[in-house]
């Protein structure tokens, strides 16, 4: 089965600049979650969808980030505007949904701020 | 808010040694994941344990669930440099937000 892909790899941007990512989940997973892996440290939750709805978004900075997922497929998550601390690698992952569930997970995209 | 700490942050040990990698928490989880991670990849999983005392083996790889859910550990025979990579243990705490709380990992290298 194809895995999340996630775009773009990489983008470097200068703070106070506004950034967008993308993800498409694997085919059939109900859930997708946005997280946050800054170097050295675990990944930390930032939003959790269910289909197109809203789970949990406890842990993400709603005055700068925000995401959706209009049709319960492909997510986006924007940050506006950006700060040095938000460099980090923004994962994606999906997953059929309920306690257990493994996460698959995009290969990231790794986010520089200067 | 679910804390797990993970023991040792860094772990460099030669080609054929064992090793064991510790999940504590505080809090009691539904579920417990084990995932790996390789430098510019994302985290795959390797286990999920859901029963206090449970264990379970993948090849040279013991994973343990603590009898009270709240701790795990991983331990590694005779590891081998594929094993390198930094291994993240992550608490479910069931229910509809079921988004996992994840450690901050243990950065383990084998040396040939």
């Known amino acids: 089965e194809a895995g999340v892909a996630q775009s773009p790899r990489y983008k470097i941007i200068e703070k106070r600049q506004s950034v967008a990512f993308w993800c498409n989940p694997i085919?059939?997973?109900?859930?997708l979650y946005w997280y946050q892996q800054i170097l050295g440290q675990g990944p930390k939750l930032l939003i959790q969808?269910?289909?197109?709805?809203?789970?949990?978004d406890s842990q993400l900075p709603k005055d700068r980030f925000s995401a959706e997922r209009l049709k319960g497929v492909d997510s986006t998550l924007k940050i506006q505007p950006a700060k040095l601390e938000d460099s980090a690698v923004y994962l994606c992952?999906?997953?059929?949904?309920?306690?257990?569930?493994?996460?698959?997970f995009g290969n990231g995209t790794r986010l520089t701020v200067t | 808010t679910q804390l797990l700490e993970q023991s040792p942050q860094f772990l460099s040990i030669q080609e054929g040694e064992n090793l064991t990698v510790y999940c504590n928490s505080s809090?009691?989880?539904?579920?417990l994941q084990w995932y790996r991670q390789e430098p510019g990849e994302g985290p795959v999983l390797l286990v999920t344990?859901?029963?206090?005392?449970e264990v379970k083996k993948l090849k040279r790889l013991t994973f343990q669930f603590g009898d009270a859910r709240k701790d795990s550990s991983l331990h590694i025979t005779a590891a081998q440099p594929g094993d390198t990579g930094l291994y993240l243990c992550?608490?479910?705490?069931?229910?509809?937000?079921?988004?996992?709380?994840f450690g901050k990992g243990t950065h383990l290298i084998i040396q040939p």
């Open positions: 992952a999906s997953s059929f949904g309920g306690s257990g569930s493994p996460l698959h």
């Open positions: 085919s059939g997973h109900a859930t």
């Open positions: 969808f269910q289909n197109n709805g809203v789970v949990d």
């Open positions: 809090s009691v989880f539904s579920s």
């Open positions: 344990v859901v029963t206090g005392g």
């Open positions: 992550a608490g479910g705490s069931g229910g509809g937000a079921d988004g996992l709380t």
